[in-house]
C-alpha cells in the first residue's frame, strides 16, 4: 500500500462532495478492488472516512469535513501512518512518502506520527498452512495506541494451555504475521511475543517504556520468526545443487535454505530444514532435477522409496491420448 495513493484519496474527497471505488480506481490508475482495499484501510484506521451504502452510494468525509495535510489531527495522523507503512519495511518510494508528509504535519503531531510509522510490521507470510484474511483482534487499537505514546501497560493473557496470567510488558511494536497478530515487548523474564487474540485485558500506565538502545521492529521480529520456523522445521538434510538452481530452491523452500561453500566439482553445498526426514523427503523427491540430497542416509533412502513407489505405480500405465 503506497503512502502517496492513500493521501491522494482523502485530497480526492476533500475535492468532491462523495466519490465511488470505481472512480478512486478511474483517477488513481489502480484496480477497483485496490482502491476498495485502500478506502476501507484509511477507515478502519480511524480517519474520517466511511461508506454510503446503497443505490448512489460511494465515500465521504465524515460530516463533510475538509480534510488536508495541516488539518489533520494527531490521531488521523497516526492513523494514516499505521496504514500507510512500516517505514523499516516499507519500499523506497514509499518510505520517501513518509518523509515528505512527516515534514508537512505541524510540529506537535511529527513525533507521534514518526512513532506510528514504525510501530507496525506486515510480515505476508504465514504460519503453516493458514490462509485466513487476518481478523481485528479486540485490544489492538490500545496496544498500538500504548506503543506509539511509548508507555507501559499491564497485560491479562491467556497462554495456549489457558492459563491466564497477568504482567506489565513494555511494547515495542506490533506485527501482523499472515492472519495473526502480535504484540512485541520486553518483560522482566527478556523479550517476549503475545498473539494479540489471546489479550483478555489492558490497561496503558503512566509509565515510560523502557526501549532497547538501537531496537528495530523489523529486526526483531526477523529474528523471533527464525526462531520459530526453526522450531518448527528442527531437521536438517545436506544436499549440493548447481549455482543456477539456487533461484529456484530460495522459491520453493524460502528460508529454510542456508547455502554453504562450493563443492570441489563447483556445485554448491545446502543445508535444508524440515520436520522430520520422511516429510523432507517427500518435498525433496519433486527437487530431484535441481539437488542431490548427500546425508543424512535416512532421508535418501526414503527418497529411494518414493521413487521405486513412483515407478511401480507409473510404468505400465497406458499413455493417455492427448489432442492430436
Known sequence: MRADRLVAILLLLQQREQVTASEVALELEVSERTARRDLEALSVAGLPVYSVQGRGGGWR?????????????????????????????????????????VRALPEPFREQAEAAATSLVVDPGHWGSSRHEPRRPRFLDELQEAVIRGVQVRLGYVDRKGSETERTVHPLGIVAKGSTWYLVSTTEAGRRTFRIDR???????DDSVQRPEGFDLAESWREIADEVDR???????????????????????????????????GRIEIV??????????????????????TGPQGVRDHLASIGLALVARYRHQPRRAGPE
Open 272 to 293: 535444508i530444514r524440515g520436520r522430520d526426514e520422511y516429510t523432507l523427503a517427500g518435498e525433496l523427491a519433486g527437487l530431484n532435477d535441481w539437488l542431490e540430497v
Open 231 to 265: 522450531k518448527r522445521t528442527p531437521f536438517e538434510a545436506q544436499a549440493t545443487c548447481a549455482p543456477d538452481a539456487l533461484g529456484l530452491l530460495r522459491m520453493a523452500l524460502g528460508v529454510r535454505l542456508e547455502v554453504g561453500g562450493s563443492a570441489p566439482d
Open 199 to 205: 489479550v483478555s485485558s489492558v490497561e496503558l500506565t
Open 61 to 101: 468525509l465524515l460530516g463533510g469535513a475538509r480534510t488536508d495535510l495541516s488539518g489533520l489531527t494527531a490521531g488521523e495522523a497516526r492513523a494514516l501512518f499505521l496504514v500507510a507503512g512500516p517505514a523499516s519495511t516499507a519500499p523506497p518510494g514509499v518510505k520517501t512518502a513518509l518523509r515528505k508528509l
